[in-house]
């Protein structure tokens, strides 16, 4: 018998973490904060881990702890060290030798390699197509084939690949539920470059300045292909200044060529920068008078970074914000969507006369990608649907159960599912 163990990401998306017991074996799959509170779960560290992925969500709350061994890709683990870094800044919940520590545990893994970690457990990594090295855990535990999918994308971005559906045979899969409802259905990729590209280019044109605050990893690079593209292309013509972690994200995806998309690579590797001269904005050209152009910042949720400083540019009705993602309740992102008049980020009171936009361009497939993703995979004795809101999480779990006839599951904090 296996156990499963969810201590978060259920009927949430934030600090997802799953034990998986067997008879003799142990060990965890991710272990996140919230992104808004910081909550972390509560575990025995005495076990090792296995990382999907170097989102906050996933990889957040590793520091804290002292796993027995971290396990994942090597990019991945390049980035983690930007997310805690970045953690670090905003909470100091933690302390540098802590990322220290947890750096030196970290044994990388490329895809599809196998690793036995216990007398009866043994995983690979898929590539799951949602940033550069994230990957779904495939486990075998006591006989028991387990496929975590990690947040996955079925369809190809920019900048990687689309998620592996040539899987091995599987008993268990848990599956994540971002956009799990059928009401989640959204425009093709395309159709968001063209609103997003429509945006800059009005803006532009009026003499104004674009402020986009993205996320680190993932966002932030597929923003600034798409601007770099169009204006490559002559369709668009900006200046594209950046600031934050970013800038070091970027360049851990210059590092890994081959874990790109290949048309990406292929540009990298005929001497082309498709992201662009990415480095840290001089900030007296983009607060000077008169010149149009665009600001590409952490963080995506406006909750700190430097994008914090660029927000007094909406003092002016030109100027224009642009979110990229989704925006948690209680942060400043969230209240700038719903038409916040008036911000105090720092010292000072910033009316907002400026537009504020919304595009949401996400590394996640929606409801349609989800379920042609388990059709395409083999088909699971059981599913677990975890990683998604209450209603998301439900709706989906219901889809599987009725749709694609397998029994499908929904834990909260804190239940053990034997499997
Ligand atoms: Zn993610
Ligand atoms: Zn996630």
Redesign the pocket.
């Known amino acids: 018998m296996v156990l499963l163990k969810f201590h978060g990401g259920c009927h949430q998306?934030g600090m997802?973490c799953v034990e998986v017991i067997g008879e003799k074996d142990r060990v965890f799959l991710d272990c996140g904060m919230m992104p808004d509170t910081g909550e972390i779960p509560k575990i025995d560290d005495n076990a090792p881990l296995i990382v999907s992925h170097a989102?906050l969500?996933?990889c957040g709350a590793i520091p804290f702890y002292n796993f027995k061994k971290i396990y994942c890709t090597p990019p991945t683990a390049d980035l983690m060290f930007i997310t805690w870094r970045d953690t670090l800044n905003l909470q100091k919940s933690f302390k540098e030798e802590d990322i220290q520590r947890a750096l030196s545990s970290v044994e990388c893994l490329n895809y599809y390699e196998e690793k036995k970690i216990g007398e009866n457990l043994k995983f690979k990594l898929y590539n799951a197509g949602h940033i550069l090295g994230s990957s779904s855990i495939y486990l075998e535990i006591d006989g028991k084939r387990i496929l975590y999918t990690g947040?996955i994308n079925e369809s190809m971005q920019r900048t990687v690949r689309a998620a592996d559906t040539d899987i091995d045979d599987i008993d268990i899969l848990i599956i994540?539920a971002t956009y799990g409802s059928p009401l989640d259905i959204k425009p093709a990729r395309k159709v968001l470059e063209r609103e997003l590209v429509n945006e800059v280019k009005e803006t532009i044109e009026r003499g104004g300045k674009v402020i986009i605050p993205v996320f680190a990893v993932g966002r932030a690079q597929e923003i600034l292909l798409v601007l770099n593209n169009y204006i490559r292309s002559g369709e668009l013509e900006a200046k594209i200044f950046t600031d934050g972690s970013l800038i070091h994200a970027t360049s851990i995806y210059l590092s890994y060529t081959d874990w790109l998309n290949p048309k990406l690579k292929n540009l990298i590797e005929t001497g082309i920068n498709p992201f662009g001269n990415v480095e840290k904005a001089d900030e007296s050209r983009i607060f000077k008078k008169d010149e149009p152009c665009v600001i590409v910042s952490t963080s995506g949720m406006v909750q700190g970074g430097p994008v914090l400083k660029y927000l007094r540019l909406l003092k002016d009705p030109k100027n224009k914000l642009i979110l990229t993602g989704y925006q948690a309740e209680g942060t400043l992102g969230r209240a700038l969507e719903e038409g916040i008049k008036e911000i105090k980020p720092f010292k000072n009171k910033i009316p907002i006369r400026g537009e504020v936009v919304k595009i949401e361009f996400s590394a996640h497939g929606d409801y349609n990608s989800l379920v042609r993703y388990i059709k395409k995979i083999p088909k699971p004795e059981k599913a677990i649907v975890m990683?998604g809101e209450r209603y998301q999480s439900l709706a989906f779990a219901m889809t599987i159960w009725k749709n694609l006839k397998i029994p499908a599951y929904v834990p909260i904090k804190g239940t053990i599912l034997p499997v």
């Open positions: 998306i997802s989102h969500d996933h947040d994540e990683h």
